[in-house]
RNA sequence: GGCGCGUUCGUCUAGAGGCCCAGGACACCGCCCUCUCAAGGCGGAGAUCAAGGGUUCGAAUCCCUUACGCGCUACCA
């Protein structure tokens, strides 16, 4: 029996433990929580699970937020806003873990238990020697009164573990794997309450997914097997558990989970890279769910309108950073000038040699529209733009003789081009072209050879945007300068 | 080892018994356009739908088995 999906009051989270800088994966979750409670009308919720003490790191949490910031996925609690559920980290909520767990121990449904890691260590050991199954061997669970009492009068450290029921089944109804069921006696008695006072991820998750009341826990696959124990622990609480809808994992290029390991993991790295918000927005989305057969560049709002669970895949899947890429230049073709010289602009800042600097806006909403179509990353538009900054070309004027060429030529093909440019009346691309055009048939060249040549002499490089552009933006007198330097150094080399 | 999940072109995916000897996209190849580089247009190659058994008039789609992959198996999340 397939479940109902539960599309009232809808309230999801994201949970972040903050113990390294969020990645692709992680950012996923988190947009498809958001986008599910977009569509739905409910509420995205951010909560920090910063339970483990060791590992945290400094910076985590910001850097999260910067990221949920950077794409647009605005949160409607949690850290900053606040809301009525606070607070927001679990580390500031350590007493309702520790309460609702001395009521589990009251009750029974759990039990202090004394053994030291040493223990647990040659218990593990053994159990991989003798490939029996593992998991606690509920030595404390089985604790008479007197050791008990005996155990607390030493008064050493002792966590609080969980009473799994040693028999029958734990059923979930996954919203999009269906029906996954765990038999009992394979769960074993996990840790409720650490020695330092603070909650496991799963005390704290359950407990705070009730306190919050979340509709959907939306997670990756990886939590898949500790959904039994959550289940568990929801009914000793007396809770009614949320639904659960456990996401595909995003995998390498080796096909293992995604990680440090694989390079480009961190979703800030891709905003340094030169990736727009809106691309990575729009590739992610299409990890994992699909709206059609066919579409595939599509505004957040569209998404939102059409997001559903069960169009989510099952199957994990593999980033493929080269079509991340080839829909950063779609998007980076969408955008107007002034957006992209907009964005544009503080790259060139960073990217170009000081003395190039400042770059002016105005200069740059002109050189922008002939690159639009030729970065594929904002940050292509350092190398591809480069030369309208420059002060002094630098080239081997060796490249400056074409393919079929001998200095001669390309000597007088400079000296056409100076004559050209010099007299020409406008200097404006299509006038530009026409006069070098019969310029070159003149000379005898084919357009490529002196083409090439002006394009060397003009901007040092091989490959740029459309010449005649190039040239009316770089103005007459910078190309003529140009010129006359390409034709001073060309004598130079001849006579080496 | 145990438990769980998964398996359609190299990759992301469409597909919920006949529309599929499987559609779209990225990447790749070719042609066109062309001053270079792109973008764009057109075309191509690429999947015996993991394999084997069923069920059915008919299966990528339903059932079973096997294989492979991945995840979990911590006082980490």
Known sequence: MQKIIRTDNVRVRFAPSPTGLPHIGNIRTALFNWLFARHHGGKFIVRVEDTDQDRLVPGATDAVLEALDWLDIQWDEGPRVGGPYGPYFQSQ???????????????????????????????????????SQTGYDRHCRNLSKDERRAQEAYGGKSVIRFAVPLSGATVVEDLIRGQVVWQNELLDDFILIKSDGFPTYHMAVVTDDHLMEISHVMRAEEWLPSTPRHLQLHQALGQEP???????????????????????????????????????????????????????????????????????????????????????????????????????????????????????????????????????????????????????????????????????????????????????????????????????????????????????????????????????????????????????????????
């Open 93 to 131: 909520r350590l007493d309702i873990y520790q309460k609702l767990a001395d009521d589990l121990l009251d009750r029974e449904w759990a039990y202090r238990c004394y053994c030291s890691e040493a223990r647990l260590k040659d218990m593990r050991e053994a159990q991989a020697r003798e490939k």
């Open 242 to 496: 949320p639904q659960f809808a456990h996401l595909p994992m995003i995998l390498g290029p080796d096909r293992s989970k995604l990680s440090k390991r694989h390079g480009a993991t961190f979703v800030l790295d891709y905003r340094d890279q030169g990736f727009m918000q809106e691309a990575l927005v729009n590739f992610l989305e299409l990890v994992g769910w699909s709206l059609d057969d066919h579409t595939e560049i599509m505004t957040p709002s569209t998404v939102i309108e059409n997001f559903s669970l069960e169009r989510v895949n099952k199957a994990a899947a593999i980033f493929d950073y080269e079509k991340l890429t080839w829909m950063n230049g779609m998007y980076i073709r969408q955008l107007s000038e002034e957006d992209l010289a907009d964005r544009v602009l503080p790259i060139l800042e960073k990217g170009l040699p000081s003395e190039w600097l400042p770059v002016d806006r105005g200069y740059l909403l002109r050189i922008v529209p002939l690159i639009r179509e030729r970065i594929k990353l904002l940050t292509d538009a350092t190398d591809m733009t480069d030369f309208f900054f420059q002060t002094d070309l630098d080239f081997d004027p060796k490249r400056l003789i074409q393919k079929g060429m001998d200095h001669q030529s390309a000597m007088s093909a400079l000296a056409a081009c100076q004559a050209e440019l010099t007299n020409a009346e406008a200097f404006e691309h299509e006038p530009l072209e026409q006069a070098l055009r019969a310029a070159a048939t003149e000379l005898g060249l084919t357009h490529r050879q002196f083409f090439g040549t002006l394009r060397v002499a003009a901007t040092g490089k091989d490959a740029t945007p459309p010449l005649f552009e190039t040239m009316e933006v770089l103005g007459r007198d910078r190309v003529l300068d140009r010129i006359r330097q390409a034709i001073q150094r060309l004598g130079d080399a001849e006579t080496d």
